[in-house]
């Protein structure tokens, strides 16, 4: 664990394991899919212990504050102890799971693949210029 006060979020992100590599951390800086106290940040910003992100990956939303800084990856019962998230993000996640498994999963999915004819249709659809 890091001793100084303050560590770049991408690298803060990386070794607590929300990314598998600092250069997908940066693409969801930059995207806007991580906030510091609800702004977004740059690839630079430095973070401290105390520090509260939204980080969101896929379908979830987390809210976690920094308990310490490390600069290294490790296995993930270490990584875990980097952060706690918040009980009203836990609970909010498992709602939002919740509703999607009563959905049955199907959530923006098409039942089937489309047929050679239908893939020709969404080509010429696709290669249509813009009115």
């Known amino acids: 664990m890091s001793e ?24 969801a800086i930059e995207g806007g899919k991580v906030q510091l106290d609800g702004q977004r940040v740059k690839v630079s910003k430095e973070i401290a212990v105390g520090d509260r992100l939204q980080i969101r990956q896929g379908w979830d939303q987390r809210e976690v504050v920094v308990e310490a800084l490390s600069d290294q990856r490790r296995g993930a019962p270490e990584a875990q102890q ?12 498992e709602t939002e799971a919740a509703a999607r498994k009563a959905a049955g ?5 098409p039942a089937h693949r489309p047929t050679k004819k239908q893939r020709r249709q969404i080509h010429r659809f696709k290669e249509q210029p813009g009115d």
């Open 4 to 27: 100084s006060g303050k560590l770049r979020i991408d690298k803060w992100l990386w070794a607590a394991r929300f990314f598998k590599t600092r250069s997908l951390a940066k693409a």
């Open 82 to 93: 980097l952060y706690t998230e918040t009980p009203a993000s836990i609970a909010k996640r």
């Open 105 to 109: 999963g199907m959530i923006d999915r």
